[in-house]
């Protein structure tokens, strides 16, 4: 496959538009890793490389929002690449090894693994005295040493906080603690939900997603991102108004890249349009990454996909990826 760089123009390509339902055919011009512009009219007097699009489609990068690297060098090299060869170009990962994040920039910023974005979201921050492994908050954990390891981890470089909830071994007062330290450094959150009984006790708190959900009574909260249980019904809260984000799960009980999870939202009875949302502009938007990633627009990243079929006809056409950009570099 060739490798197209710095400046070209994706001819006559069908533009895939999310807030449409739809695909258009235009000309796509990616300068420096950015979309340039967006026409219908073909400029070729830029000198730009020319590739062409005809019959082909094309959709902004996927985001996966539940990947577990682990602490492997080779192995995390190795789940990185097969991810962003998958048409995943940003990951939020929720590894345990505090030490991961620095490493692992250091190796992404030298360009030594092709990858997707990577968010660090992690280690996974739990109370009570758990055998599991994480950040473990003891019970008899004041608010002054809470607030001390929150701001120890992000000094560390974490970007977002992953909590587990877990009735029996949470302190309310300690999770709000946490919550409201993590707000103050303007950090996302991510309440990752163990027990469906008590999550009326949580739902409502200010967190920016909840994991793991299979029920949600929405009431109060309609600004909080969904993310399903894996391989959970969806179809009952599809009437609610509420906004789903997409997480596979790879590197935690199996290997399975997003695709596989996106094809279980259809079978549930999400239309393809919600599905291509929730891993897209709606996780974007929940990153806080909506000016640079999510969907197909002048000044944003050229993180794309070129496909040979139509993924809004039926989600398995994801898996007829052509081409993966990240960063307007195209990946084989």
């Not at 071994?169 to 027990?195: C, H, M, P, S």
């Not at 029920?215 to 109060?220: D, I, P, Q, R, V």
Request: net charge neutral; charged share 25%; hydrophobic share 35%.
């Amino acid at each position: 496959m060739r490798k197209y760089e710095n400046a070209f123009i994706l001819k006559n390509i069908n533009l895939l538009d999310l807030t449409k339902s739809e695909s258009k055919k235009t000309n796509v011009y990616v300068e420096d890793g950015v979309i340039t512009n967006i026409s219908p009219s073909l400029d070729l007097s830029t000198g730009f490389q020319e590739i062409n699009g005809r019959d082909k489609f094309l959709l902004a990068g996927l985001i996966d929002l539940r990947v577990q690297l682990g602490s492997e060098p080779k192995q995390i090299g190795n789940n990185l690449t097969k991810i962003l060869k998958s048409g995943v170009t940003t990951i939020r990962d929720i590894s345990e090894p505090t030490n991961l994040p620095k490493k692992l920039s250091r190796d992404l910023e030298k360009g030594l693994i092709s990858s997707p974005k990577v968010i660090f979201s992690g280690p996974i921050i739990r109370f009570g005295e758990q055998k599991d492994s994480g950040t473990i908050i003891p019970a008899h954990f004041s608010k002054n040493k809470i607030e001390d390891l929150i701001w120890k981890m992000i000094e560390n470089g974490l970007e977002h906080f992953s909590i587990e909830y877990r009735e029996s071994a949470v302190k309310l007062e300690q999770l709000e603690t946490v919550i409201n330290t993590a707000n103050r450094y303007n950090k996302k959150i991510f309440l990752f939900v163990t027990d469906q009984q008590s999550l009326a006790k949580v739902e409502n708190l200010a967190v920016n997603c909840l994991e793991n959900i299979s029920s949600f009574s929405g009431e109060g909260n309609k600004k909080v991102k969904l993310m399903p249980l894996l391989g959970s019904k969806v179809e009952e809260k599809l009437n609610q108004n509420l906004s789903f984000v997409a997480g596979s799960g790879f590197g935690f009980a199996s290997n399975e890249l997003l695709i596989e999870e996106l094809k279980r939202y259809q079978k549930q009875g999400m239309s393809t349009n919600e599905i291509l949302k929730s891993a897209t502009v709606n996780s974007a938007k929940l990153l806080g990454l909506e000016q640079e990633i999510g969907s197909i627009e002048i000044g944003k990243k050229a993180d794309l996909l070129i496909l040979s079929k139509n993924p809004l006809a039926d989600i398995e056409n994801l898996e007829s990826i052509e081409t993966v950009f990240k960063n307007g570099k195209s990946h084989a």
